[in-house]
């Protein structure tokens, strides 16, 4: 029971960070509280928000790595908008950095799908493209928070029942992505074009547009980061999140999601994000020097792929019926 | 031909003529789009066609070609080395530390060499002994990496270099060609001929194409991969002296993003991100655009992200460009 | 011909140097014949401004005054500069002597460092725990002004100095550095950031904590981006030089080496309508002393930069 | 009666190939059609084209007399043809309900898929196959045979007018197809059209209504299975009569060369015991998915057996890897040719030389003289169709590529050459070709074993025939003694008339 419950991927990583968490709590007792706990779920929520996206992108067997990019396109574009009309009311910007978000997805699920290019290869391309449209927006200045309407700053902190409106804007979109992936035919035809692109073709999934809607929501998912990053930290320059996209694509290895597509599960991209997030926040908090954390989540992702990679090894085929029978 | 009666049809070696596959080769459009590069920029700028200048440009790219030509074997193998940029922190931060106990030039040099070695081996044990997928295993040991020149850097700098150290990202062999510009050309021909000439680079196209059927014929896979992600870690040390030097002090953020412009460097030289496909003389091709790009738009004090930006652009268009192009015929003979 | 002086920024956008390049066009106006080439890269690392560096020396400018990323790696690239001819100083954060003619600094560092201990100080008469939140690891200035500023605590009775983080003059980073810091120091009675970037972003998790009142932020920003926090007494109050003036000024002493003028310990630079400036034993000079901004005045200030 | 569905004119081609031409087919409600041709005849293929996977070059689809066209495998699905396909597409990590329901899945009136519906709906579908396993586990758990149930409930959770079996029993043991012969009957009854391929002839007799018969592509027969008896169907298949086309040389058998004992592996196989002599061709034969794939890749260090002992010229060998293998002299033309033989994207000479680049190199440097030369022996040899030998191998014909991947074998010039379904997915022709070469490589003292599906060309050429049946060998037999009926009670475990020696 027990060796079977720890080969679920999800299970073994909650107890990895309940582990993690206790043994912060040796040196630092004070970070085990409801409060302390809702501040770091508070503080990973964009990350968990992106993590989704990607683990769309990933389980269709692509990459998203623009979209760190795309959240400071967005982002600044949101910005730029308060800034232009701050009496624009937020949830009408927040729907403009979406759609943005989704248009620069759509703009990579389009050259992935009609012109088979490579996701690496677009993503990368695009990477670079977005920042440096930022920059052609702006140049290269900055929107501080002085430019930022009250309202726009106001509402990822707004207090709702005890947590932020950041958490649960994460929390509705965890079950929104929930509900996407496991109750709608879209869902599950991720999974089916990640598993076995050729075998998707035969039960009428279009491999190429199922690809273009995962980029879709991987757009949009950043786009909605966008606002929430600039609104969160009150700034927006051509920089924010640089080098994102690689805690994205972390969280979501460590969350279990194989980069060869069709496994993976919104729970594990979700924990994933987490046990970065915990051990961002934690190391301040325990006199770790900040400087270990590049190697801490480095190592822990290695530790994760190789996990992952034991339990999906194959150990060749049943032939044998008594084999089958064991 | 002494053996035709042996087949009903003889089959010859080859179709086209060596002139014909050359000018149909992607290696050609990178050559025309280079000599269009170079002839914008001279007419942009007065200063561009100075030999001093055009030297001092070369320092753009030299350091990063040297890591894609070994990037490209490993992209055509199929697989990719996203630590890179990392390796050349942490080798950096190694011969910084050395300098600090005293260690003298050639001790540097075997130093940043050495850890260059250990990083791809680590990689390489990773990828082919535990058969883990190489972008994965990369994004880690890139974090872990650079990570460990954090811990023993924090945000201190070594510096104090020994004078002869210098010679590598400063000294020249003669006149106007630096000491990494001649390297760079010494490791094109290098990895020409490996990648083109011996049964080794062969067996590396062979697993890009198909690993399975490269396995079955014979090839050694899990071995070759191994060398080439030592090799990519050696060169990567290697460009971390050059740069060290260059620079004359080490941070842990040396190089930062560096691995995104190598690989973008081995994909514009027409080496497929899929693996089994690409030349040396097309990453050649393409660190020079790369270089004169940034020159060029330097000298017109453009600033860095916009030459980005027509870098992204450039990659995706030289990829989508014949696509569209083929489609567009196809469309007609319909 | 005019003559070329390259004004190089750790990396373009950042309001304070665009404030400093809006001083170099005054410069530039007011002396006629020179042409500002503003530039930098577009973010704050060596190899970027190396790059941009090498291609300004192509261009033959006359001079090169710039602000680095890195103390160390820039040196080689300037030397090369200097030895084609070029006048190369630098202004706001220095490189290494050899690298450089001679280096502007907004303020003398002492002052500085004892500027933001005071700023600090005053608002707690009975003293307290204050943390440092410092900007990139790989900015010189800051760890220069920290070091002069842990020379006079003594001074002030009753400040303890608790930690120092780092948020790498990224604003998520010295967020969460700044949440960290009040998690872990539940005394916390002021935090000084010594840096245009941090200041805000700590000045924002203050207030997000809830904490006004309790946490004090101080240090170094720019009145525009620090006015509402001020208003919203996160902020008491905070210093800097002006910007607008460090630009000139280095303008005018670049166009002042151009002009045959000599740098060496002791001698004396034109600085236009900031008068002069006296170089030390390392060819350092301070431009002038921080200026103070409080409730009072930062409206005022904040139109301006 | 009215046909369910009607195929008039269909054509489709391939690069280089021609599947189908011209074919016509009706199939009617109530009735079995037994679709039967050679390997490569056509008959996946229309599958394909009835299910929207192809499109048809030429010709009309009518479903109940209305013209059609199913330019999606879900547009197919609507009209109500529903197939089980010989490739297994399934999803190895979904659950063994979806995989049943994919792309059709029940939903509730929020649009949400109910997945309580349809995990009983699959329930009640797996045992309407007569499979009986919880349908919640994961699809990669479970072993061939339950895998192709779980295509069996997919193909029946359409409400379909027209039910499709490309070999649906290849893979299945004794009571399962009898479970499926009881579900066919069900389907028959409830007044499904059903079309059934299959190679075994017991089967069609025992089910089939009707018959029809591909060859190359073409249509060349058919009627009802009343009126044929199983020599005339074979005799339309291959259009002459088995067992002399194939051009066995008699050889000298001589010592044995290679020696095989106690071989066995924890999951794949076990108790493999044999001698290869030289000169001499011993044929492999089994149902697909008995292990003998496995097992031949285990000879040449691609699995490493848990015990057992192989013997070359009496020298005893430790094989760890192709290469060890190839050095040795035991070589392995493998199966799937697309992803273990031939490596597409490359020229055809690096191809045939990629194995011997130790002989035609000089101290690791490549010899581009040498190696064409090499490339021209053997390609020649096998008769290669191509217009240049720089020509990437993908865009030849599978029989060609097959001879490249044969000539790349042989030019390493080996002692014992393994050939995998040598001739799976070949043209006549080239088939010839390969079973002409086959024997001259015997006769000049070469030692081959010939793994095959096909019983003619394992009668046709084999000196000697060991039967595999889920993982074991099941029989031996003489040349002498080799009958289409001993081969296939051999394989198929049926113990009744032991005609073969079983072992
Ligand atoms: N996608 C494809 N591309 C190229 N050729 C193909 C393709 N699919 C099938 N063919 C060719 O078409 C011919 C008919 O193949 P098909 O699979 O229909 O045969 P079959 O009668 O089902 O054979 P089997 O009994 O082996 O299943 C073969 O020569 C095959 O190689
Ligand atoms: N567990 C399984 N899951 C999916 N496919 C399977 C499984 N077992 C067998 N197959 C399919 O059956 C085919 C043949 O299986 P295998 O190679 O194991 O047996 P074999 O005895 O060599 O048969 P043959 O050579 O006649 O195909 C494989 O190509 C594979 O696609
Ligand atoms: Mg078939
Ligand atoms: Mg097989």
Known sequence: ?326 | MTDAHLSPRNIPDRLQGRGARILKSWESLLLAVAIAIFLGNSLASPYFLDPWNLSDATFNFTEKAMIAFAMALVIISGEIDLSVASIIALASTAMGYAVQLGVDTPALVAIGLGVGLVCGMVNGLLITGLGLPSIVVTIGTMSLFRGLSFIVLGDQAFTGYPESFAWFGQGYVWWVFSFEFTLFVLLAILYGVLLHKTNFGRAVYAIGNNQTAALFSGVRVARVKFILFLLTGLMAGLASICLTSRLGSTRPSIALGWELEVVTMVVLGGVNILGGSGTIPGVVLAALIMGMVTFGFGLLNVPGIVMSIFIGLLLISVIALPILWQRARRRLAH | ENKKIALVVKALGIGFFEAANKGAQEAAKELGDVDVIYTGPTSTTAEGQIEVINSLIAQKVDAIAVSANDTDALVPALKKAMDRGIKVISWDSGVAKEGRLMHLNPSSSPLIGNMIIKLAADNLPEGGDVAVLSASATATNQNTWIAEMKKVQGNYKGINVVATVYGDDLADKSYRETQGLIQSYPNLKAIIAPTSVGIVAAAQAVTDAGKIGQINVTGLGLPSEMAGHVKSGASKSFAIWNPIDLGYSATMIAYDLIGGAEAKPGAELKMGRMGTVKLDDNNEGAMADPFVYDASNVEEFAKIF | MKPAITLEGISKSFPGVRALSDVSLALYPGSVTALVGENGAGKSTLVKILTGIYQPDAGVIRVAEEETTFPTALAAARAGVTAIHQETVLFDELSVAENIFLGHAPRNRFGFIDWKKLNADARALLHRAGADFDPTIRLRDLGIARKHLVAIARALSVDARVVIMDEPTAALSHKEIHELYALIERLKADGKAILFISHKFDEIFRIADRYTVFRDGTMVGEGLIADVSQDDLVRMMVGRAVGSVYPKKEVAIGEPVLTVSGYRHPTEFEDINFELRRGEILGFYGLVGAGRSEFMQSLIGITRPSAGAVKLDGQVLVIRSPAEAIRAGIVYVPEERGRQGAIIGMPIFQNVTLPSLSHTSRSGFLKLANEFALAREYTSRLDLRAASLDQDVGTLSGGNQQKVVIAKWLATKPKVIILDEPTKGIDIGSKAAVHAFMSELAAEGLSVIMVSSEIPEIMGMSDRVIVMREGRIAGRFERAELTAETLVRAAAGIETQSNGRAA
């Open chain 1, 1 to 326: 029971m027990m060796a079977k419950l720890l080969k679920n991927r999800e299970i073994l990583l909650v107890v990895a960070i309940v582990a993690l968490v206790a043994l912060i709590a040796l040196r630092f007792p004070a970070f085990v509280t409801p409060a302390s706990f809702a501040r770091v779920y508070n503080d990973t929520s964009i990350l968990i928000i992106l993590a989704l996206g990607q683990m769309a992108v990933i389980l269709t067997r692509c990459i998203d790595l623009s979209m760190a990019a795309n959240l400071a396109l967005s982002g600044m574009v949101a910005a730029m908008l308060n800034n232009a009309f701050p009496g624009l009311p937020i949830p009408l910007v927040i729907l403009a950095a979406m759609a943005l978000g989704c248009v620069l997805g759509m703009i990579n699920g389009t050259l992935v799908w009609k012109l088979n290019i490579p996701p690496i290869v677009v993503t990368l391309g695009t990477l670079t493209i977005y920042r440096g449209l930022i920059f052609l927006l702006t140049d290269g200045k900055w929107i501080n928070a002085h430019e930022m309407s009250d309202a726009f700053k106001a509402l990822p902190r707004l207090d709702l029942v005890g947590l932020p409106v950041l958490s649960w804007l994460s929390l509705l979109m965890i079950a929104l992505m929930f509900l996407v992936m496991s109750r709608t035919p879209l869902g599950r035809a991720f999974y089916a074009v990640g598993g076995n692109p050729h075998a998707a073709v035969y039960t009428g999934i279009d491999v190429g547009r199922t690809r273009f809607f995962a980029y879709c929501l991987s757009g949009t998912l950043a786009g909605l980061s966008g606002y929430l990053w600039v609104s969160r930290y009150a700034v927006a320059y051509v920089d924010i999140a640089a080098g994102f996209e690689l805690d994205i694509i972390a969280a979501c290895v460590i969350g279990g999601i194989s980069i060869a597509g069709g496994i993976g599960s919104v729970a594990g991209a979700v924990l994933g994000a987490l046990f970065l997030g915990v051990i961002k926040n934690a190391l301040p908090v325990i006199n770790i020097s900040p400087f270990a954390q590049m190697a801490i989540s480095g190592t822990v992702i290695i530790i994760a792929v190789a996990v992952n990679a034991r339990a999906e090894k194959r150990k060749g085929r049943v032939i044998l019926r008594k084999a089958e029978a064991v």
